[in-house]
């Protein structure tokens, strides 16, 4: 339950960025959290209405232009989302438009690629799946990333670009490894070949299995994904904060910039 690894605590306020079909909204507000989702697919929202009756607490909504006000949420969760961000060239916009609607000193947690090898071989596969199945069924489940190589995400240049959109690292565990990993490309398998009824049927059984290996065999050498957390910096003290490192003066529009933003 990636959930259970999320900061999180009741009468938050949480915006889950790339929702899917809401199960993590569910599941979050039967915590007692305030948790709402965007996704951009429609029908992922729609699928999010009718299966976990979340209807208003979900919306089509693209993560560079998110319809809440600034400062609205205390958490932002990204699961999944940022490689594919970064393949629609999207990035950059989506880490201002979070910045924006949490509040200053929320939190930013984002389940991703880790850049090891391991990921890239799965990614490979994952990817390759995926395009077996759109040619199969001669549907398009998976959006655009699913005709286009997925671009590895969590080495020291992704994490530098989040740093530099206005937050700072707060923690960084290694979370998912290969048999989880595996265990989601087969159950998402069964899903579009079979039926979403008998996945649903098997899931927990899978879960069971793959915890039982992650809890006695010693996977963390092939670590696929992980969890990284940070804290949003409000503007001014992050121009602060990197003018000190510069050491450099501003001029003095730089400083009125900085004083007036």
Same mark, same amino acid.
């Given at each position: 339950?990636?959930?259970g690894?999320?900061?999180?605590?009741?009468?938050?306020?949480?915006? !889950?960025?790339?929702c &899917?079909?809401?199960?993590? +909204?569910a599941?979050?507000?039967l915590?007692?959290?305030?948790?709402?989702?965007?996704?951009?697919a429609p029908?992922?929202?729609?699928?999010?209405?009718?299966?976990?009756?979340?209807? !208003? =607490?979900?919306?089509?909504?693209?993560a560079?232009?998110?319809?809440? !006000?600034?400062? @609205?949420? !205390?958490?932002?969760?990204?699961?999944?989302?940022?490689?594919?961000?970064? +393949?629609? &060239?999207?990035? %950059?916009?989506?880490?201002?438009?979070? %910045?924006?609607?949490?509040?200053?000193g929320?939190?930013l947690?984002c389940?991703?690629?880790? &850049?090891?090898?391991?990921?890239?071989?799965?990614?490979?596969?994952?990817?390759?799946?995926?395009?077996?199945?759109?040619?199969?069924?001669?549907?398009? %489940?998976?959006?655009?990333?699913?005709?286009?190589? @997925?671009?590895?995400?969590g080495?020291?240049?992704?994490?530098?670009?989040?740093q530099?959109?206005?937050?700072?690292?707060v923690?960084?565990?290694?979370?998912?490894?290969?048999?989880f990993?595996?265990? /989601?490309? +087969?159950?998402?398998?069964?899903?579009?070949?079979?039926?979403?009824?008998?996945?649903?049927? /098997?899931?927990?059984? +899978?879960?069971? /299995?793959?915890s039982?290996?992650?809890?006695?065999?010693?996977? =963390?050498?092939?670590?696929?994904e992980?969890?990284?957390?940070?804290?949003?910096?409000?503007?001014?003290?992050?121009?602060?904060?990197?003018? %000190?490192?510069?050491? /450099?003066?501003?001029?003095?529009?730089?400083?009125? @910039?900085v004083?007036?933003?």
């Amino acid at each position: 339950e990636r959930e259970g690894f999320y900061p999180l605590l009741p009468g938050r306020r949480v915006l !889950d960025v790339g929702c &899917g079909t809401g199960r993590t +909204v569910a599941r979050l507000r039967l915590r007692g959290i305030d948790a709402r989702g965007v996704d951009f697919a429609p029908a992922m929202i729609d699928a999010a209405r009718y299966t976990h009756g979340l209807k !208003d =607490r979900v919306a089509v909504a693209s993560a560079d232009d998110l319809p809440f !006000d600034t400062g @609205e949420f !205390d958490v932002v969760i990204a699961d999944g989302v940022f490689h594919h961000l970064a +393949v629609q &060239g999207r990035l %950059h916009e989506s880490l201002r438009e979070i %910045h924006r609607v949490l509040r200053p000193g929320g939190t930013l947690c984002c389940f991703d690629r880790n &850049g090891s090898l391991a990921s890239l071989v799965m990614t490979t596969a994952s990817l390759t799946i995926k395009n077996v199945i759109k040619g199969i069924t001669r549907r398009d %489940h998976f959006a655009s990333s699913a005709t286009r190589a @997925e671009i590895p995400f969590g080495g020291q240049r992704d994490l530098q670009l989040i740093q530099d959109h206005g937050f700072e690292p707060v923690d960084r565990k290694q979370v998912a490894v290969v048999p989880f990993f595996a265990a /989601v490309v +087969v159950l998402n398998s069964i899903g579009y070949f079979v039926s979403s009824r008998l996945r649903r049927r /098997v899931e927990p059984t +899978v879960c069971r /299995v793959v915890s039982w290996f992650e809890a006695h065999c010693n996977w =963390r050498w092939f670590s696929v994904e992980q969890l990284l957390v940070w804290r949003a910096v409000p503007r001014q003290i992050r121009r602060t904060a990197q003018m %000190h490192r510069s050491n /450099v003066e501003p001029c003095p529009r730089k400083r009125e @910039e900085v004083m007036t933003a």
